[in-house]
Every structure is written in C-alpha cells, then in structure tokens.
C-alpha cells in the first residue's frame, strides 16, 4: 500500500524558513518522479516543486524560485522541501505527491502558516 507521510509544517513568522519532509512506504520510491504541491483556503491546488525520480531535473513555481529548494534521499525513501524568506502567501497545506507514468499518490498534507 502506497503511503505518503509529510511532517515539518507549523507557524513562522515573514523572512523565516521551514524544512518539510515526505516519507514514502509501500512502493519503489526510487521509480517515482516526486513533487510538493500546495492549496490555500479558497484556492486550486497548485505545484509547488517537482523532481525527477533520479533527482537530475528539478523544476519550480515562479513564485518559490530562488527561494524553495526541493531535494531527495532514495536511501531514505524522503522528499524534502527547503523553504526559505517565507512570505504570508505561502500559506497553504502543503501535499506530497509521488508519480509514476499514469499512477500517482497524494499525502495528507502539512500545514504551514506564515504570519505575523
């Protein structure tokens, strides 16, 4: 069974950083193309960051660039998501998501709060 757990989300304030992590249990985590996505309250979830299952491709919202890193340890079967100069529309749940060709999963988010 494909298990998605995030962990690392909580309140900070503008300018602070954040680590979220994404442990993956019951598939070839090594296989999956993995990414972090995200939704505000009355917004459309939306990509966050991606990376490739080797991790040779990342890709990023215009919106993190320069400022959230996303990385991956397919020893540990973890995702992470360095987040950086965090501004208060960052907040957001914030998902992990593992794809592989036509299949994909979906964590149960973390929530992460940007405020003053």
């Known amino acids: 069974q494909v298990r998605l757990v995030e962990s690392g989300g909580g309140l900070v304030q503008p300018g602070e950083s954040l680590k979220l992590s994404c442990a993956g249990s019951?598939?070839?985590?090594?296989?999956?193309?993995m990414s972090w996505y995200r939704q505000a309250p009355g917004k459309e979830r939306e990509l966050v960051a991606g990376?490739?299952?080797?991790?040779?491709?990342?890709n990023y919202a215009d919106s993190v660039k320069g400022r959230f890193t996303i990385s991956r340890d397919n020893a540990k079967n973890t995702v992470y998501l360095q987040m950086n100069s965090l501004k208060p529309d960052d907040t957001a749940v914030y998902y992990c998501?593992?794809?592989?060709?036509?299949?994909?999963?979906w964590g149960q988010g973390t929530q992460v709060t940007v405020s003053s």
């Open positions: 998501n593992a794809k592989y060709v036509y299949y994909a999963a």
């Open positions: 019951g598939f070839t985590f090594s296989a999956y193309d």
């Open positions: 990376i490739t299952s080797t991790g040779g491709r990342r």
